[in-house]
């Protein structure tokens, strides 16, 4: 099993900055691809960013520039460091977890508010 546990969310003003954090733990690998996902109410969820178990990422257009993603694999966190936030970045940020040769693990979400 893999236990994923966000943290970092919370209220903060436009253009202010917000660093998530992700904790894995349980049966991961040493191979595994991590990623950031969100969903705005009344929206699809959407994927944010990602990064491989070669530490190479990828973003949404919207927040190139803005959001960076990162993991410390010595300690199985990913982290989502966000900065210059709008409030078209309000959602729950979930993490996610891909082992190789295993199915997609969510964690329970976070919720950002941007806001004034």
């Known amino acids: 099993q893999v236990q994923l546990v966000e943290s970092g969310g919370g209220l903060v003003a436009p253009g202010g900055s917000l660093k998530l954090s992700c904790a894995a733990s349980?049966?991961?690998?040493?191979?595994?691809?991590m990623a950031w996902y969100r969903q705005a109410p009344g929206k699809q969820r959407e994927l944010v960013a990602g990064?491989?178990?070669?530490?190479?990422?990828n973003y949404k257009d919207s927040v190139k520039g803005r959001f960076t993603i990162s993991r410390d694999s010595a300690k199985n966190t990913m982290y989502l460091q966000m900065n210059n936030v709008n409030p078209e970045d309000t959602a729950v940020y979930y993490c996610?977890?891909?082992?190789?040769?295993?199915?997609?693990?969510w964690g329970q979400g976070t919720e950002v508010t941007v806001s004034s």
């Open positions: 996610t977890l891909k082992p190789y040769g295993d199915s997609i693990h």
């Open positions: 349980g049966s991961i690998g040493s191979i595994y691809a």
């Open positions: 990064i491989n178990s070669e530490g190479e990422t």
